[in-house]
């Protein structure tokens, strides 16, 4: 047991150490688990749960073919993208996560900026994602009620208000039982498998009507959007798109792991690959059992997934039960969003790029977490929600925006590695090798195309309270970011630490398994005398 415990403690001073070489001073303790993290990039993604909550938007946008095509597609996009961040994570395990990547493989010169957007488009990812988490979940809760009242209808107030319970309830959790996060986090990951394996078995067993395999593999039909078939099938894609965008937000958690520059790249990679499957094994059996899919575009509350629990079953009580495994995956799915929001907001604080900054920072001595980056994150999450009062197609502007800004931020840190000619990367413990060009290629050319699928409205004409708001949110904290940088970032702020600019091939060379060699270059420019094999921030 001592030795066991001495072997933790000098796995976690050495990743401090190597924070420090990054610039950083460790403030949060060192209680995750590669399991840990695996299981919170899981409940992020929330596979049934952002797969349940979303799918009126692929059965507008080509049904079946939509729905399940669509999905390994953007499975193996998301894939390439999660492989992509992991080989540059090994390098640079911190909680600035993208904004701190994109600052470090950029030059010096361009490093402010650079990191600045990449900064605030991760900040308003994680925020929109977690408010879209506990939105849906909202949403969610009360369809439940239409399963024993079908005229039930949601008035706007009822909506916001269980909204804000449900945040309520996530900030809580993450306030009360910081300690237990990490068996949280490991919990969510037999709660989703059981939750999928009960819902499939339940559903093709008790349901008397089933659709045909042709259906289920080949059926393709767009008119309920009023787009052209195949531009219908690429606005679709928002449904597992959207679903597939938390593996990113873990690396806000690196200051947390014992060993994040090996576990949390190997976490990112392994929780796309099971989602995907995840998702396939959910997804078929739903298409099999699917009732008339006019019926379920007709549901008003926009979460058709209840009756579809309720037709399969025969009966309120059976889609409850199973609408309640999907409703447990909303608890881990918002507990864990709002986590990983909080460290994201907390370590684009410190280093000055928030309006208030030194508060936000601040990390609570008694609980061990960066409570005030908690706060922030809910209250702006609780202000967002009241969007619903203008418009009840919000949800879909939520959606779009956090995958289309977590999309833009995963993005940069990988163009500017390419543009580098990814010798930044060369001695990543997680490389790619001679494939990562390719990979990195189609990941950024994959975004490109996603920034303009997912301001796309699901079906046209539009009205404007059907229109897709993503865009007006998206531009809204924009110019929050643009006027914050004129009063204050182009003066202040500098991004995270960068000493000075180093040949780029040197970076991520490991020695010992920890920390990057420092050139002589750099032992010029720094006025270091440190040995070759300290850790040392670079670029």
Same mark, same amino acid.
């Given at each position: 047991?001592?030795?066991?415990l001495g072997r933790h403690g000098s796995r976690a001073s050495n990743a401090d150490a190597v924070l420090a070489?990054?610039?950083?001073?460790?403030?949060?303790?060192?209680?995750?688990?590669?399991?840990?993290?695996?299981?919170?990039?899981?409940?992020?993604?929330?596979?049934?749960?952002?797969?349940?909550?979303?799918?009126?938007?692929?059965?507008?946008?080509?049904?079946?073919?939509?729905?399940?095509?669509?999905?390994?597609?953007?499975?193996?996009?998301?894939?390439?993208?999660?492989?992509?961040?992991?080989?540059?994570?090994?390098?640079?395990?911190?909680?600035?996560?993208?904004?701190?990547?994109?600052?470090?493989l950029s030059t010096r010169k361009y490093a402010p900026v650079v990191s600045w957007i990449t900064g605030w488009?991760?900040?308003?990812?994680?925020?929109?994602?977690?408010?879209?988490?506990?939105?849906?979940?909202?949403?969610?809760?009360?369809?439940?009620?239409?399963?024993?009242?079908?005229?039930?209808?949601?008035?706007?107030?009822?909506?916001?208000?269980?909204?804000?319970?449900?945040?309520?309830?996530?900030?809580t959790v993450n306030v009360s039982c910081a300690k237990y996060l990490d068996l949280i986090n490991k919990i969510?990951?037999?709660?989703?498998?059981?939750?999928?394996?009960?819902?499939?078995?339940?559903?093709?067993?008790?349901?008397?009507?089933?659709?045909?395999?042709?259906?289920?593999?080949?059926?393709?039909?767009?008119?309920?959007?009023?787009?052209?078939?195949?531009?219908?099938?690429?606005?679709?894609?928002?449904?597992?798109?959207?679903?597939?965008?938390?593996?990113?937000?873990?690396?806000?958690?690196?200051?947390?792991?014992?060993?994040?520059?090996?576990?949390?790249?190997?976490?990112?990679?392994?929780?796309?690959?099971?989602?995907?499957?995840?998702?396939?094994?959910?997804?078929?059996?739903?298409?099999?059992?699917?009732?008339?899919?006019?019926?379920?575009?007709?549901?008003?509350?926009?979460?058709?997934?209840?009756?579809?629990?309720?037709?399969?079953?025969?009966?309120?009580?059976?889609?409850?039960?199973?609408?309640?495994?999907?409703?447990?995956?909303?608890?881990?799915?918002?507990?864990?969003?709002?986590?990983?929001?909080?460290?994201?907001?907390?370590?684009?604080?410190?280093?000055?790029?928030?309006?208030?900054?030194?508060?936000?920072?601040?990390?609570?001595?008694?609980?061990?977490?960066?409570?005030?980056?908690?706060?922030?994150?809910?209250?702006?999450?609780?202000?967002?929600?009241?969007?619903?009062?203008?418009?009840?197609?919000?949800?879909?502007?939520?959606?779009?925006? $956090?995958?289309?800004?977590?999309?833009?931020?995963?993005? /940069?840190?990988?163009?500017?590695?390419? &543009? =580098? #000619? *990814? !010798? %930044?990367?060369?001695?990543?413990?997680?490389?790619?090798?001679?494939?990562?060009?390719?990979?990195?290629?189609?990941?950024?050319?994959?975004?490109?195309?996603?920034?303009?699928?997912?301001?796309?409205?699901?079906?046209?004409?539009?009205?404007?309270?059907?229109?897709?708001? $993503?865009?007006?949110?998206?531009?809204?904290?924009?110019? /929050?970011?643009?006027?914050?940088?004129? &009063? =204050? #970032? *182009? !003066? %202040?702020?500098?991004?995270?630490?960068?000493?000075?600019?180093?040949?780029?091939?040197?970076?991520?060379?490991?020695?010992?398994?920890?920390?990057?060699?420092?050139?002589?270059?750099?032992?010029?420019?720094?006025?270091?005398?440190?040995?070759?094999?300290?850790?040392?921030?670079?670029?």
């Amino acid at each position: 047991m001592a030795n066991e415990l001495g072997r933790h403690g000098s796995r976690a001073s050495n990743a401090d150490a190597v924070l420090a070489g990054m610039g950083y001073k460790s403030e949060l303790p060192r209680s995750l688990s590669m399991m840990s993290i695996l299981g919170l990039s899981f409940a992020i993604m929330a596979v049934p749960f952002g797969l349940s909550t979303t799918m009126a938007i692929s059965l507008t946008d080509g049904q079946a073919v939509t729905v399940l095509y669509g999905w390994i597609f953007v499975s193996l996009i998301s894939l390439s993208i999660a492989a992509s961040l992991a080989e540059i994570c090994a390098v640079y395990p911190t909680a600035g996560g993208v904004y701190y990547w994109s600052a470090m493989l950029s030059t010096r010169k361009y490093a402010p900026v650079v990191s600045w957007i990449t900064g605030w488009l991760t900040l308003v990812g994680n925020w929109t994602v977690t408010l879209s988490i506990n939105f849906s979940g909202a949403q969610l809760i009360l369809s439940a009620i239409t399963l024993w009242n079908e005229d039930f209808v949601a008035k706007q107030w009822q909506v916001v208000l269980m909204f804000w319970a449900v945040m309520l309830i996530a900030f809580t959790v993450n306030v009360s039982c910081a300690k237990y996060l990490d068996l949280i986090n490991k919990i969510c990951i037999y709660w989703t498998a059981a939750s999928v394996i009960i819902i499939v078995v339940t559903v093709l067993v008790k349901s008397e009507n089933r659709r045909s395999a042709e259906f289920v593999f080949t059926h393709f039909d767009a008119s309920a959007s009023g787009w052209p078939s195949g531009w219908a099938w690429f606005v679709g894609l928002l449904q597992a798109a959207y679903t597939l965008t938390g593996y990113g937000m873990v690396a806000a958690m690196c200051e947390e792991v014992q060993m994040p520059e090996r576990e949390v790249p190997r976490a990112m990679v392994l929780s796309v690959a099971a989602a995907g499957m995840t998702g396939i094994i959910y997804l078929i059996p739903i298409l099999f059992v699917l009732p008339d899919v006019s019926l379920l575009l007709s549901v008003a509350n926009g979460q058709p997934i209840g009756l579809v629990f309720k037709i399969a079953t025969g009966s309120a009580g059976g889609g409850f039960a199973l609408l309640f495994l999907i409703l447990g995956i909303l608890f881990f799915a918002g507990v864990g969003a709002l986590t990983a929001a909080s460290r994201c907001t907390y370590a684009f604080a410190r280093d000055g790029a928030i309006p208030g900054s030194r508060f936000w920072a601040r990390v609570d001595k008694h609980l061990d977490i960066p409570l005030w980056g908690l706060v922030l994150s809910t209250v702006v999450d609780c202000i967002l929600g009241c969007i619903y009062f203008g418009s009840t197609s919000a949800f879909n502007a939520f959606t779009g925006v $956090a995958t289309i800004c977590l999309s833009v931020s995963y993005g /940069i840190p990988i163009l500017v590695s390419l &543009i =580098r #000619g *990814r !010798k %930044a990367v060369r001695h990543s413990t997680f490389s790619l090798g001679r494939f990562g060009f390719v990979i990195n290629a189609a990941t950024v050319a994959w975004i490109l195309l996603a920034i303009v699928l997912f301001c796309m409205p699901t079906a046209i004409p539009v009205t404007p309270v059907s229109m897709n708001y $993503a865009s007006v949110v998206f531009m809204g904290f924009a110019s /929050i970011s643009v006027i914050w940088y004129i &009063i =204050r #970032g *182009r !003066k %202040a702020f500098t991004g995270p630490p960068v000493p000075a600019d180093v040949e780029p091939e040197h970076d991520g060379e490991v020695v010992g398994g920890l920390g990057r060699v420092v050139t002589e270059r750099e032992k010029a420019l720094n006025g270091s005398t440190s040995s070759k094999n300290e850790p040392a921030a670079s670029k």
